[in-house]
């Protein structure tokens, strides 16, 4: 089973400052890696999807890169809304499973 | 508007069963499939079961495996969860979501249910 592997685990930044969340995958997952936000009480919302696709209606300062096990969230310049929780998400074709990473939380430094 | 709601969580004794729904809305339900997941108190995101569009194939994960079924009314454009023989360890938010088989995400999500398993 592959495992998806998170870090930091606590990222503290300011806002207008830049954001690099990593998640690394324990073998390869080609480009389907997608990326969720959390803000508290709420329900995750897609971000990114096949690594570097943004999806429909989600702001320009997020972006993602990578491919095979390593990936890259970065939020170019944070704005308040951006601290939450972001996970990483992959599907495997064998065993038929669909894993998270176990987040980073972004916070207000 | 593209809109998932779920219901049927509450209060259940260990060993005790309870089945959620899930109502979509503003998509072709039976060209999707459709997704659990949940999570514990405090905790990350964990996957629970997956089901393709038709219903024909299902998925779960080792930690529901044997106890937990999905299933689909396409007519009702409804996606169930009957979790039996529930434990203390199941207590979360469920949510559920819709599946792009094409990018293996989950693309549109439900705002949840609580499931509290304790005596």
């Known amino acids: 089973e592959i495992v998806l592997t998170q870090s930091p685990a606590t990222l503290s930044l300011s806002p207008g400052e830049r954001a690099t969340l990593s998640c690394r995958a324990s073998?390869?997952?080609?480009?389907?890696l997608a990326w969720y936000q959390q803000t508290p009480g709420q329900a995750p919302r897609l971000l990114i999807y096949d690594a570097s696709n943004r999806a429909t209606g989600i702001p320009a300062r997020f972006s993602g890169s990578g491919s095979g096990t390593d990936f890259t969230l970065t939020i170019s310049s944070l704005e308040p809304e951006d601290f939450a929780v972001y996970y990483c998400?992959?599907?495997?074709?064998?065993?038929?499973?669909?894993?998270f990473g176990q987040g980073t939380r972004l916070e207000i430094k | 508007e593209v809109q998932l709601v779920e219901s049927g969580g509450g209060l259940v004794q260990p060993g005790g069963s309870l089945r959620l729904s899930c109502a979509a809305s503003g998509f072709t339900f039976s060209s999707y499939a459709m997704s659990w997941v949940r999570q514990a108190p405090g905790k990350g995101l964990e996957w629970v079961s997956v089901?393709?569009?038709?219903?024909?194939?299902?998925y779960y994960a080792d930690s529901v495996k044997g106890r937990f079924t999905i299933s689909r009314d396409n007519s009702k454009n409804t996606l169930y969860l009957q979790m039996n023989s529930l434990r203390a360890e199941d207590t979360a938010v469920y949510y559920c979501a819709k599946w792009d088989s094409g990018y293996y995400c989950m693309d549109v999500w439900g705002k949840g249910t609580t499931v509290t398993v304790s005596s």
């Open positions: 089901i393709s569009g038709s219903g024909g194939n299902t």
């Open positions: 998400q992959q599907r495997s074709n064998w065993p038929p499973v669909i894993t």
């Open positions: 073998q390869s997952v080609s480009s389907y």
